[in-house]
């Protein structure tokens, strides 16, 4: 490993990184004529670029909400060097043609990496498949996200027709008989404020249909989102059944409960903050490896669309510009995990599920920063994160992406 690095990279090498190679990679970059000083000191920390395989840009379609080139800009000020972009875009990427619309933003205004998913329905209306066939080869992955598929036969259909392309199905899971009309967790808080709640088996009942559909299919199978104990439990029995089966959680899921939870549409999220119950099995499933990585469902909304309160506001909040900072405070300073762990979930393990390049791709940061989060700041057109006025550690001080300056402080 390059001495002059040495202090200032986790245990990459460990992580199935060729660690030798990277930091050659960046050191040549750092010494180059680019304008960059040295980060030649122990307060900064050379990370590989992260990887959110969840998120939400709205273009096409929803540009006031986000854009291709903010939600960019917004990832890589987080130190995120490749997202991948969920379908719940106008036109929905159900066909070549509709794809194809969306990847000549992504190619126009990209300043990272950004993977489209496809969509496993027609308009994501779970009534018939998309034309998996034809958009394999430009699709990430396929997706619902934001509605999960009712049918059992057409989501057996979809694995069916996944697995012969060599292709993972993503799953947002969620069973619409069993919302009730709800928007938070069906806990104290919504017993105690008089509002609708969410169910933890609307969430964790579609995971055990999809489970059982993997085992008779034996199809890739990544679970969105998971909020719930009951979902920790049955991904670690799918897992030590050998099926081939994924999970991500979000920073907010690890860090707050349903007792956090303020009168403010920054708070309303699907699934939604659960119990403190739900939040020590999400940690317990990173720990022993049952949740694979983190993702943030960055899912921007305009100010007036979160401004309605817990019942009346859209569902989504923004994460790639405070994911990093929350995990480090929250559970790498409070021994909860190591930093090597963080990175894992991240960067390493989205990454090699999903076989994303990571290239010349790294992110420089300095860890010592004590600051607060304020949503006034971000990049990003969403400003609605639960997270505002935490205060927190790290700062990002630069991003590169093949090779390129993608964010400086």
Not at 50 to 79: N, Q
Not at 127 to 152: C, H, I, K, T, W
Not at 163 to 185: M, P, Q, W
Not at 265 to 281: C, I, T, V, W, Y
């Amino acid at each position: 490993m390059n001495k002059q690095l040495e202090a200032k990279t986790v245990n990459i090498a460990a992580m199935g990184i060729d660690a030798e190679a990277f930091c050659s990679d960046v050191a040549a970059h750092l010494s180059s004529d680019s304008g960059i000083a040295v980060f030649n000191s122990p307060e900064y920390i050379i990370f590989p670029g992260f990887c959110d395989v969840h998120v939400h840009f709205r273009e096409p379609g929803f540009s006031y909400k986000e854009t291709i080139e903010s939600g960019c800009k917004a990832a890589a000020r987080g130190g995120y060097t490749a997202v991948c972009t969920m379908p719940n875009l106008n036109p929905v990427p159900d066909s070549v043609e509709h794809l194809k619309e969306q990847m000549d933003i992504i190619h126009r205004d990209a300043v990272i990496h950004v993977y489209p998913y496809a969509s496993i329905t027609v308009g994501q209306k779970g009534e018939e498949l998309s034309d998996m066939n034809g958009m394999a080869e430009y699709s990430f992955a396929f997706s619902d996200d934001g509605r999960g598929v009712q049918r059992e036969e057409l989501m057996r259909q979809a694995m069916m027709e996944a697995k012969r392309l060599g292709k993972t199905i993503v799953a947002h899971c969620e069973d619409n008989s069993l919302l009730f009309g709800g928007y938070i967790h069906d806990g104290d808080y919504a017993k105690e404020h008089n509002h609708k709640g969410i169910c933890s088996e609307s969430e964790w009942k579609p995971i055990e249909r999809d489970l059982r559909l993997v085992k008779e299919i034996g199809c890739r199978y990544h679970v969105c989102h998971i909020s719930a104990k009951e979902s920790v439990e049955l991904i670690r029995r799918a897992k030590a059944e050998g099926l081939d089966v994924t999970c991500e959680t979000g920073p907010h899921y690890l860090v707050l409960d349903d007792n956090d939870l303020e009168e403010s549409g920054s708070f309303k999220m699907n699934p939604p903050l659960r119990s403190e119950a739900d939040r020590l099995a999400l940690i317990e499933g990173i720990k022993d490896g049952t949740v694979d990585m983190i993702a943030t469902d960055h899912a921007p909304h305009s100010e007036e669309e979160k401004s309605k309160g817990l019942a009346g506001s859209a569902f989504g909040i923004v994460g790639l510009e405070t994911a990093f900072q929350v995990m480090y405070t929250n559970l790498v300073k409070t021994g909860v995990i190591t930093l090597e762990k963080l990175i894992e979930l991240l960067a390493v393990n989205p990454r090699k599920r999903f076989d994303v390049p990571l290239g010349t791709d790294y992110t420089v940061w300095k860890l010592d920063v004590n600051t607060v989060i304020d949503s006034k700041d971000f990049l990003s057109k969403g400003k609605a994160t639960p997270f505002e006025g935490m205060p927190v550690n790290g700062e990002c001080v630069l991003t590169v992406c093949d090779g390129k300056v993608v964010y400086k402080l």
